[in-house]
């Protein structure tokens, strides 16, 4: 059975950016809208952006809006988010799934992928 598979997290240093990625281990992500979640420690887990499949209309929570860019390449079925501006509040492991969070596929949770914020 597939799952997602998160990467592209790590150190940086507030005002700095990452780009996170997201493929699958098997099956395909093309048909759904897909969300970036991140789960800060003590924290629930969070949906920080959304994109739809059918026209790329995008979403984003409060906390991030104007600094987080989410898109899609779904011939790759490879989702992306650009985070600018980092602030320490950012830090968590951010995760990808289907979205809103209603629609969640809780076999396919994968590792995520550790963002932390810090100088």
């Not at 997290?9 to 281990?25: D, E, F, I, K, V």
């Not at 924290?43 to 952006?49: F, I, P, T």
């Not at 988010?81 to 990808?96: F, G, H, I, R, S």
């Amino acid at each position: 059975q597939g799952r997602f598979v998160e990467s592209g997290g790590g150190l940086a240093q507030p005002g700095g950016s990452l780009r996170l990625s997201c493929g699958t281990s098997g099956g395909t992500f093309s048909s759904y809208a897909m969300g970036w979640y991140r789960q800060a420690p003590g924290h629930e887990r969070e949906l920080v952006a959304s994109i739809r499949t059918s026209d790329g209309t995008t979403t984003y929570a409060d906390s991030v809006k104007g600094r987080c860019h989410i898109s899609r390449d779904n011939a790759k079925d490879t989702l992306y988010l650009q985070l600018n501006d980092l602030k320490p509040e950012d830090t968590a492991v951010y995760y990808c799934n289907a979205a809103p969070s209603a629609y969640v596929r809780n076999s396919f949770w994968g590792q995520g992928t550790q963002v932390t914020v810090s100088s």
